[in-house]
């Protein structure tokens, strides 16, 4: 079974609209961390944002929120305010347990990607 | 947060030939990871870069095809070995930073002919 599931291949947004990208994850490992990362057509990977599985809020940086909902296993990145240069891929990526136990434990599980492409 | 500088940023090989990446941080890093992303994929972890030992490598890669090297915690090499137009991807170069971050280098964009 996947870990991580995005349903979207394509999403399009107006620009200054808010969009919703979902993503949905697998783990039976209480203690985990939830990434969405920004690919434009560089190739570059882009750090955008974290939710810990403890984390009592739901995490924001600028533009980007996560709508964390442990109990249906979501983490659904929420971009306000959409503009041009936000047209990339986004992949949602988790991962899992503290990593204590050795190498490997703190690797990152993707998923497929959204391509968003932001309309003028 | 760290930098990882990654190159180079893009290559084109004859079949049967190696390359060799190279990733350098701008800081220590524990742990470094290697990804593969083939044309419309998602990332797949190649292999863990250990410092000191050799890589752990995943299900589907080995190292005499995919040959690492971490001499010390702010600089990895991935080697991509005896190349074919099935290597043809990008690969990505990562640092865990904490437990809330990890970050990635540049991407280098490889086309196997």
């Known amino acids: 079974a996947q870990k991580i599931t995005q349903t979207q291949p394509g999403m399009f947004v107006q620009e200054k609209e808010a969009v919703t990208l979902d993503c949905t994850y697998d783990?039976?490992?209480?203690?985990?961390?939830l990434f969405w990362y920004k690919q434009p057509s560089s190739g570059e990977m882009i750090f955008l944002i974290y939710?810990?599985?403890?984390?009592?809020q739901n995490a924001t940086e600028g533009r980007y929120s996560l709508n964390f909902q442990k109990a249906r296993k979501s983490a659904n990145l929420v971009i306000s305010a959409s503009q041009l240069g936000d047209s990339a891929m986004y992949f949602c990526?988790?991962?899992?347990?503290?990593?204590?136990?050795?190498?490997?434990?703190?690797?990152?599980?993707f998923g497929k990607g959204t391509k968003l492409s932001v309309i003028p | 947060s760290a930098v990882i500088s990654q190159k180079p940023s893009r290559d084109i090989c004859q079949r049967g030939t190696s390359l060799t990446i190279q990733c350098q941080v701008d800081?220590?890093?524990?742990?470094m990871f290697w990804y593969r992303q083939q044309p419309g994929q998602s990332l797949t972890l190649i292999a863990t870069?250990?410092?000191?030992?050799?890589?752990?490598?995943e299900s589907g890669f080995v190292i005499d095809k995919f040959p690492i090297s971490r001499p010390n915690l702010t600089f990895s090499t991935l080697t991509v070995s005896n190349m074919s137009p099935e290597d043809s991807s990008i690969y990505l170069c990562?640092?865990?930073?904490?437990?809330?971050?990890?970050?990635f280098g540049q991407g280098t964009r490889l086309t196997v002919v």
């Open positions: 990526a988790m991962r899992e347990g503290r990593g204590y136990s050795g190498a490997g434990s703190y690797q990152l599980t």
């Open positions: 783990t039976s490992d209480p203690s985990y961390g």
């Open positions: 939710q810990g599985s403890y984390d009592q």
């Open positions: 800081s220590q890093v524990t742990m």
């Open positions: 870069a250990n410092q000191g030992s050799e890589a752990t490598y």
């Open positions: 990562s640092g865990k930073e904490g437990n809330t971050e990890a970050f």
